[in-house]
């Protein structure tokens, strides 16, 4: 943010609600809140230390008011009319949620599904990215920033949390007051900045599957002028899942992260922060288990059970079976390499500079993201798929101006941003020795040759651009009365390239083209089935104008009304992953390009304090409608079209977001955040077909697709299923998050402190886990609960903790086998876990 106005969390006498809050959510390390509300905003970075020092002050009538800074200015936290989540970073420690991937645990409107670093879905309200295999060529419906600085890769959401004060989320379109456009939200992270005064802290925790993680910061001046921060963290945990294959436990954790930063400030007036960071991940991972079998439309002989008895049969004395059909049993027998090399790092420079009756921010940044998987494509201990791996290292360049003005009757902020990316992919996928009998029939299927060994490597990059125009006003009409409008233009423009080179066994390179008049040998048409070779060089550019208004109303001193309007978009797409095929076997070149969405969102809300203060209520509403949905749709093939961006016609999210805290006492608080959300496809009538309704002989063109056989061999297939009307992957109707601590002073170990207990939990219903809804990947609802209990005194916190404390089976993520033979995998989610953390701070 600005010198003047910092994103740090400024402590102001006022409000016994909010010391308390930081009495039991911000000072105490092993105390855990999610602030999930329209009123609970941000910035950050006040020390641990002082954050240590007021929670043990007697005088709870006094406290600190947040002052966020959610539109580019310090404001009262409850003053703001934005609907916004905020995590403290002692509150992520305390709870476990180590990543952006975890803190859906605390923020029940944030959704995040991840099966590797790379194709991680990050979605609020149910709106964000497509669910699926995700692809280089669009957009994120919602931006996550560290330090303001914007992090297109959404992997970084899978990086642990690196020095953090706080985390907002910031929920609905945020065009008008952020560089990259966002249509769903933003994950805005604020780190520790560098004081001028000593200070540091030192953090280790130990436990069950081998967990440890250490943590350590320092901070001080190395002249008046000079301050510099020093951050590392690192964490290793044993994996969760037993390969019997390999003989090793996998999907583990092995993360490393560095973080410096150097703050000169010459006079009052201007700041110059130079930041530097590097993490890396090496876990054997993301591998995934046996969880069902579904019936597809494929012949009897075709389905899963089918095609594993002829391999059987095919190789005396093999007898494959899967080592449990019960998924909690954490086993798998995955046969192919499995690795997750992830790198991600860069450089930044932000300057504050008070000019006049503003002041003016510049942000530079650059950042780069390598990564290094290799995976089991076909999610079995077959060789089916002996070797998948696609590669990928990107560069970005951010370049963000703003000038923010705050007045009597106006307030604005208006910026100019400008971004730069390139991504390059080098893919291999490989056939295994069973392919031909897994996916050819007749005789071809009793021959190995014909696809062992059929190779594609894939060679693409992307190239893209974007600049922004962008401010918002406020105009206070009266003490009461505030109108705030805000408006966005915005230039996009992508390109890209892709090519697929096939070799055979024997290294050859393949042609799928015959000669006019001519037909493809069959042996060559078996593997062109497979794998076929494509080039295409998709590039598209497109301008976007867009705006938003909001009115919010101060019906009493502690009520704040608020009504909002917002005209989003979501910028082309372009398809980056190959394109799918014409019923011809051609390549169909008018799918390169994918239409932006446009977005219609209005939200309503109401924050109320009441109890002198000492409980908050906030409520709000949303309705959102999107023409044009970028949706990710797959044909169920091994690698001829491995997924693809297609525009679903309409979709609408609705619901309601409540929020309670309650502060009883200094001794006892409490909070409990619930979301309903209602997210639809309306329309999208060339959705790809579930699983169920897959594999068998595709209806003629202009046929009515039949939907009454679903799952029955050797039924037909339509080309594509009308899905209107249900409900988009990923999505609980229903969300919870709660919370409560309760303390006792005692004097301990020389030391006068609190010992504490504390319990945490959350609740989501059933979703689907498919991109188009299936019996099969519907994921039942459950309940986690976390207990907490140690001893806290200034500088110094010990306790104990247990995460998923009744030791609930639950899945994280089912994804369907491709080849459409009804193999359901899936990531289940942690069983029980046990430790205990030591943190010092001076």
Known sequence: MTAKYPSVRRRVQASSLTLSLILAFAATPAAAAAEDDAGTAAAAAADTAAADAAAQSDDVSRGDVIIVTARRRQESAQDVPVAISVIRGDSIEATGNFNVVKLQQLAPTLQ???????????NIRGLGVPFGLTSDGFEQGVGIYVDDVYNSRVAAATFDFLDVDQVEVLRGPQGTLYGKNTTAGAINITTNQPTFDFEGRAEVSVGNLNYRQAKAAISGPLTDKIAARIAIAATSRRGTLYNVTSDRWINEQDNLGLRGQLLFKPNDDLSITLSGDYSKQDPEGYGTTYVRVGRTQRGLGRQYDALVAAVNAANPGRNYAVPST??????????????????????????????????????????????????????TGLSIVSKSQNPSQQDQYSQEF???????????VVGLFGFKQ?????????????????SLSGALADDPSVLEGLTATNTQYL?????????????????????????????????GFYQRVVTNGAGDVINCTPAPGTSLPAVLAAQCGVYQPQVSAPSDSAWNFTYDFNVNYKVAPDILAYAS??????????????????????????????????????EVGLKTQFFD???????????????????????????????YLANAEKVRTQGIEADLKIVASDRVTAYANGAYTDAKYKKFTNAPCPPELSGGTLQPDGAVPDYSRPGEPGAPSPRQCDI????????????????????????????????????????????????????????????????????????????????????????????????????????????????GTVKFSF
């Open 112 to 122: 995040v599904y991840t099966s590797n670093p790379r194709n991680t879905s990050v």
């Open 326 to 379: 019960n998924p909690y049993d954490r086993l798998t027998d995955l046969d192919a390499s499995l690795n997750a090399g992830n790198k991600i790092g860069g450089v930044s420079a932000r300057v504050n500079w008070d000019v006049g009756p503003g002041t003016f921010t510049s942000i530079t940044a650059w950042r780069f993201w390598d990564w290094q998987p290799e995976n089991d494509r076909d999610f």
């Open 402 to 412: 703003r000038y923010n003005y705050e007045g009597d009757k106006i307030d604005f």
């Open 422 to 438: 390139r991504i390059d992919t080098q893919g291999t996928e490989q056939q295994g020795a069973d392919a031909s009998k897994w």
């Open 463 to 495: 190239k893209s651009t974007s600049a922004a125009l962008f401010g918002q006003l406020s105009w206070k009409v009266t003490d009461a009365l505030t109108i705030q409008p805000g408006v966005r233009v915005n230039y996009d423009k992508k390109s």
């Open 565 to 602: 309007y917002a005209k989003s978009f979501k910028t082309l797409g372009i398809n980056q992953n190959g394109l799918p095929l014409n019923a011809d076997n051609t390549v169909n070149y008018d799918a390169s390009t994918v239409k932006p969405e446009s977005i219609n969102h209005f």
């Open 613 to 643: 203060r000492r409980a908050t209520f906030n409520l709000s509403a949303f309705r959102t409608d999107i023409k044009n949905f970028q949706a990710t749709v797959n044909g169920g093939q091994f690698g001829t079209v491995r997924g």
């Open 724 to 835: 209107s009307g249900q409900r988009l992957p990923g999505v609980s109707k229903w969300a919870f998050s709660y919370g409560a601590e309760t303390n006792v002073p005692v004097t301990l170990l020389a030391k006068d402190g609190q010992v504490y207990l504390g319990v945490d939990g959350n609740y989501r219903s059933n979703w689907n886990s498919n991109a188009s809804p299936s019996i099969y990947t519907n994921v039942k609802g459950y309940a986690l609960t976390n207990f907490r209990a140690g001893f806290r005194a200034e500088g110094f916190d010990v306790f104990a903790w247990v995460r998923n404390a009744f030791d609930v089976n639950y899945v994280e993520l089912l994804q369907v086998a491709p080849g459409n033979t009804g193999l359901i995998a899936g990531t289940v989610g942690d069983a029980r876990t046990w430790g």
